[in-house]
């Protein structure tokens, strides 16, 4: 199965170099390129580079890096996400280097990390959503605890290995402070102000736009063995188990709250919130991870592959695409390693059957827009080769082929390990 999945990158790698070769993503169907921004900043290269070296992909990983080294500039002026930035090419540029060597990624992260410092110059401390790489001009005052909470592994990393002490500690203090603004029930809500400080949206919820927020919590604490984090998570994961989560006949799921008054308000389920078994499993909560992961997998079978979202309650669709989403693969992984039980590795041969049968195009894999009908988009964005693929391959090779005790995966499934 390992051999599978790596065929199957290899698939996938060698159409995005025939047709959006230097571009940030391939376009799958009309065999096209998308940039994110005015200038390409080769994005699928540097997000699957560690996917690679894992698959023990040497020669190919060797070319890429010296065409990351020798045409990546970050020296633009666009404004970019400061969050998709951090947890793609940040990422992609330091677990590249830990796994390589290769002191040119280091050098360019460091490069990266100099560019969006500006981000977390707001009165709060917490980043404002995009920063021009060349002038250090920054927009976009609202914003989520998702793209607020998950940028310490990243600066904190880029921190440790290069000894500058502001990259960890202006990550750091965007984490606190959204912490501190909890509510007094120990929740946060969907949207926050970073001028202000004051929510705007006040829906607790374990999906996209809070997800890897809580994530972050949790593994930074155990990547720094850093104890403010450890106790931030601890309380943050008692309110959530407390007001978030929702055992219905239909299984234990984690819905919508009111993050002030704790009131339930909503039944939908994300394919993004399917990341939780994995974060619960690292956590040592086996129990609730299990009984997530097996409600992800009945959502994953409905229709033999997953929507984007689900209503729990009713178990109809509420959004019928799939992205080509690696989280429920994720999960699996993670329990897989922790328990030992086959029955993960059954659930991944699922996935990798789905993907292979509904997703597989002539030259990559697509994205559905309808998950009924399983009609086939033309996106395959970066995250496909990064993570789906990566989890899968892990979830089917040997223990050592990452070791979990000494690397911590951020978002994007880039491993950075602790050497510290």
Known sequence: ???????EFKHAWEGYKQYAWGHDDLKPLSKGYHDWYAHTLVMTPVDALD?????????????????????????RDIYVKNFEITIRMLGGLLSGYQLSGDKRLLALADDLGTRLLPAFNSPTGMPYVYVNLKTGAVRGEETNPAEIGTLLIEFGTLSKLTGKTVYYEKA???????YNRRSPIGLVGSSINVKTGKWSDPVSHIGGGIDSYYEYLLKASILFDDPDCKRMWNSTIDAVNKYVADDEPT??????????TGVHIGNDFEALAAFFPGTLALSGDLDRARKLEDSAYTMWTLYGIEPEAINYKTMTIASNGYELRPEIIESAFYLYRFTGNPRYREMGRVFFD?????CRTDVAFAALSDVKKKTQ???MESFFLAETLKYLYLLFSPPETLDLSKNVLNTEAHPMRRTW
């Open 251 to 260: 299984g234990f799921w984690y819905g919508q709250t009111n993050m002030n």
């Open 354 to 358: 789905s993907l292979v049968k509904y």
């Open 51 to 75: 996917t690679m070296m894992l698959m023990g992909l040497n020669d190919e990983a060797a070319k890429t890096r010296d065409y990351i080294a020798n045409n990546l500039s970050f020296d």
């Open 1 to 7: 199965m390992a051999e599978r999945v790596r065929q």
């Open 172 to 178: 750091k203090r965007a984490l606190v402070e959204l």
């Open 377 to 379: 988009k033309d996106e």
